[in-house]
């Protein structure tokens, strides 16, 4: 049997959406034989598309079942472009809107349940499916429409008349009161604008005082700033300066400059050089550096380790002696940073690395 290409399907569809298009109709089986005449499509062609169709429309009902109903609109979508005018899978891509309209409540899902509908009733007016699944969301809609108005009316109900009774009728208060719990429970919404009332006052209370002991000790300052000139005497908490020595500005290669150097010695090949680059504990150490120079080092930097990216390097901290730098590594889509402790050597007026974190 040979298989209709994606070219001929597409073309098959894109004539029939046209035709129902300009013509508001179904076209009939005279009309339908016009348009596969003209495309060329064989008899065994067409059975194909019907029996891929079907396959669409066997997996869409299974997630139906399941109520999965994204996967399902999608798996009805694509049978429905190879068969668009089959009434029983019009239908039960309307309930498939129906299902995720009461799931999610969306708008846009609303709206494809009245177009697909209307498809059904082009096909068949009096499709019962249809009406009876109309009819099912008109009530849910309404129903939906009427409980919010009524939750509405619910909630606004104590706020508005629960304060005013607990506020002018004495009596309430008292029993109130004398229960701790309900107490709690009315004055969270009767209460709400006397305690807020009460707030305003407080924070105006507290202003006040505010402003009058700030004039206060503003006022003793003042008190006590012309007895200090009248003694000739220093004010409290008085300390003479303290002549300090001017620090000596330390002239230091740049951190980061070091780091930089040191990677591109590792991309040429120059692994002697970047070795040289470590302090000599560091190269000492056992477990930093196991078999020193020609162990790991030699076989890492002087073979895969060169295909190492370096991205941003950055000084976090740094001082005449040591420093601390950190650099952006990149290593087969995978992303870290190392963190170098220098610690800078006299001798050679260079900086040294004496320690290594991944981070």
Excluded at 20 to 40: A, H, M, R, W, Y
Excluded at 83 to 91: D, H, Q, T, V, Y
Excluded at 126 to 136: A, H, P, Q, S, Y
Excluded at 178 to 195: D, E, V
Aim: with cysteine; hydrophobic share 35%.
């Amino acid at each position: 049997m040979k298989e209709p290409s994606d070219k001929i399907i597409d073309n098959y569809i894109e004539r029939i959406t046209t035709f129902s298009q300009n013509f508001q109709g179904i076209p009939t089986s005279e009309e339908l034989d016009k348009i596969v005449s003209e495309l060329g499509i064989t008899d065994e062609q067409i059975s194909v598309i019907q029996i891929e169709s079907q396959a669409y429309f066997i997996r869409a009902k299974s997630y139906m079942k399941l109520k999965q109903w994204d996967d399902a609109i999608v798996e009805l979508q694509e049978a429905i472009s190879l068969n668009p005018f089959s009434l029983e899978m019009i239908c039960c891509l309307c309930e498939a809107y129906m299902g995720r309209w009461q799931l999610k409540h969306r708008r846009e899902d609303a709206i494809n349940i009245q177009s697909t509908a209307r498809k059904c009733f082009q096909i068949q007016p009096d499709c019962e499916v249809t009406m009876n699944l109309l009819c099912r969301f008109n009530r849910l809609r309404k129903w939906r429409k009427n409980s919010k108005i009524f939750t509405s009316i619910i909630i606004s109900i104590p706020i508005c008349i629960v304060p005013t009774i607990f506020i002018y009728y004495k009596p309430l208060q008292s029993i109130v009161l004398s229960n701790p719990f309900i107490a709690s429970l009315i004055s969270q919404n009767a209460g709400s604008k006397i305690l807020a009332k009460h707030l305003q006052e407080s924070m105006e209370d507290i202003k006040i005082q505010q402003s009058a002991l700030r004039e206060e000790v503003n006022s003793l300052k003042n008190k006590q700033l012309i007895n200090n000139r009248s003694n000739n005497s220093p004010p409290p908490n008085y300390s003479p300066p303290v002549n300090s020595p001017t620090p000596v500005a330390v002239d230091r290669p740049p951190t980061d400059r070091f780091i930089s150097d040191y990677y591109s010695k590792i991309k040429s090949g120059q692994t002697v050089s970047s070795w040289g680059d470590f302090t000599s504990d560091y190269q000492n150490n056992s477990r930093a550096n196991p078999g020193g120079y020609s162990g790991d080092y030699l076989k890492w930097w002087g073979g895969l380790g060169r295909n190492t990216e370096v991205g941003r390097i950055e000084t976090i901290d740094a001082n005449a002696d040591r420093a601390i730098v950190q650099a952006h590594c990149r290593f087969r889509r995978k992303s870290y940073i190392v963190r170098y402790y220098l610690i800078f050597d006299e001798s050679s007026q260079s900086w040294k690395i004496n320690r290594i974190d991944k981070i």
